[in-house]
């Protein structure tokens, strides 16, 4: 497979981008490769500046729920274009895509649009404080919440793969009120709630983990912290960021039948431009400025041209029928994976959540942080790069998810079995 353009391109990246990339999950190192260098999309294929074609499994890291340029958000982009690209002003859009948001997801009795991921958690968190008056936050090992300092400890994606516990630059002050635990891991959180309950403005989790590869809640974990942030006057914030509009159109917390007190979205809502949000209960978003005392502000939140791609995407997945076919699909991948596996014999597990799904190379349960380091890293390096050659486009790297779009086939799907059926043939030996 010929990359001589894309290693053209990360040499000249090099010198002015640090890595050669504008977020460090792009960058390959752990699997040891340089970055495919990406011209253009459509549907479920990306297409490097090489000439090759991959099926996408990364889908932008998750906000192509819809394949890549779908026409109807084509459409939605390029008629809103006309009005203009920023106001710094109210939309009717913003109100139409806050309704759908709400109208989805009930828990949202209002909602704030920012730019990103960690725009939204990082505005939840400080309205969680804001609220309740108390500084400690809760969070769990190898959940990702974006790069806000107090969020950076023990978390997954990016920092997961370069295997560093925080970050050089947040001050141990920063980080002082964050306390992170184990995920799925009922009885420690129990402990500590029942001593410190009292002393903490919230606990953020992903409702299903997809940052250290794809961990999903074990029965009753959410229940649980559910029950101990009402009897302890803590917020209970969902991060929503991946898993809203994708494992359901509801999210998470539609299909384990849980109220978060805040939620906060990303991905999926922008249709592929930068949108977050974060929203919840009245009284709680009431507090946000101008309305209440805790500030938060953005000059390009609401942007009409994310506004109108996010409204275009979410009235295509509302469709019924949508997310049976969606989850179809990502069955026949996930069960084609492990049932290959079984036959050459190697040990994977396999979850999945929706079209959220993952593969670890062990044998054992993987149920947090922990588990999840135990899988083979020499063995997913060498399942990425195979598939790579193969046409089969991945997150690089054990701790991310992999996502499954309506634009991809049952002749796709089959064909990324193959080529894995090839790959795991090849690592056996
Ligand atoms: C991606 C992600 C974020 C961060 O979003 P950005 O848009 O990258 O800032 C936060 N939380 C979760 C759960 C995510 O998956």
């Given amino acids: 497979m010929k990359q001589t353009d894309s290693k053209k391109l990360f040499k000249q990246a090099l010198n002015v ?9 792009r960058a390959c190192r752990s699997v040891g490769i340089d970055p495919v260098f990406i011209d253009h999309a459509f549907g479920c294929f990306v297409y490097d500046v090489d000439g090759n074609r991959y099926i996408d499994y990364v889908g932008s890291w998750g906000p192509m729920i819809l394949g890549h340029r779908h026409p109807q958000v084509i459409k939605a982009i390029s008629t809103v274009l006309e009005r203009g690209t920023s106001f710094g002003a109210p939309t009717d859009l913003e109100i139409e895509l806050a309704e759908m948001v709400i109208a989805a ?8 649009m920012v730019n990103s991921g960690t725009e939204a958690t990082m505005s939840a968190i400080r309205l969680a404080r804001g609220f309740t008056g108390r500084d400690r936050i809760i969070k769990f090992d190898g959940c990702y919440h974006g790069h806000a300092d107090t969020l950076l400890v023990q978390a997954g994606s990016g920092v997961a793969t370069l295997g560093i516990p925080g ?13 992170s635990l184990p995920y799925n891991d009922i009885e420690t959180i129990q402990k500590v709630m029942g001593e410190q309950g009292e002393k903490i403005a919230c606990i953020i989790v992903e409702p299903v983990a997809g940052n250290m590869g794809l961990v999903a809640p074990v029965d009753g974990f959410l229940n649980t912290l559910r029950e101990l942030t009402e009897k302890t006057g803590s917020l209970l914030i969902f991060d929503e960021v991946m898993t809203g509009f994708r494992v359901a159109y509801g999210g998470a917390q539609s299909l384990y039948g849980i109220s978060p007190d805040i939620s906060t979205l990303g991905k999926i809502i922008g249709g592929g431009l930068p949108v977050g949000a974060y929203g919840g209960r009245r009284d709680v978003m009431e507090h946000i400025a101008p309305q209440g005392p805790v500030y938060q502000a953005g000059t390009l939140s609401g942007n009409p041209v994310a506004m109108a791609a996010g409204i275009a995407t979410l009235k295509e997945i509302r469709q019924p029928g949508f997310y049976d076919a969606l989850d179809e699909k990502s069955e ?21 959540v929706g079209s959220m799904a993952g593969l670890f190379f ?7 942080f922990e588990d999840a380091k135990k899988s083979d890293l020499e063995m997913f390096s060498a399942y990425y790069r195979g598939m790579l050659q193969r046409g089969i486009y991945l997150a690089p790297s054990q701790f991310e998810a992999l996502f499954v779009s309506s634009a991809h086939n049952n002749e796709y799907i089959d064909q990324t079995i193959r080529a894995a059926a090839e790959v795991f043939a090849e690592i056996k030996g």
Avoid at 17 to 25: E, K, L, W
């Fill in 17 to 25: 981008i640090p890595g050669g990339v504008n977020s460090p999950v």
């Fill in 105 to 112: 997801i009930p828990s949202m009795e209002m909602i704030r």
């Fill in 167 to 179: 970050s050089p630059g947040v001050p141990e002050s920063f980080v002082a009120h964050t306390l």
């Fill in 332 to 352: 026949r991948l996930t069960a084609g994976l492990r049932s290959r596996a079984e036959q050459i014999g190697i040990e994977i597990t396999v979850d999945r």
């Fill in 362 to 368: 062990t044998g054992s349960e993987v149920k947090n």
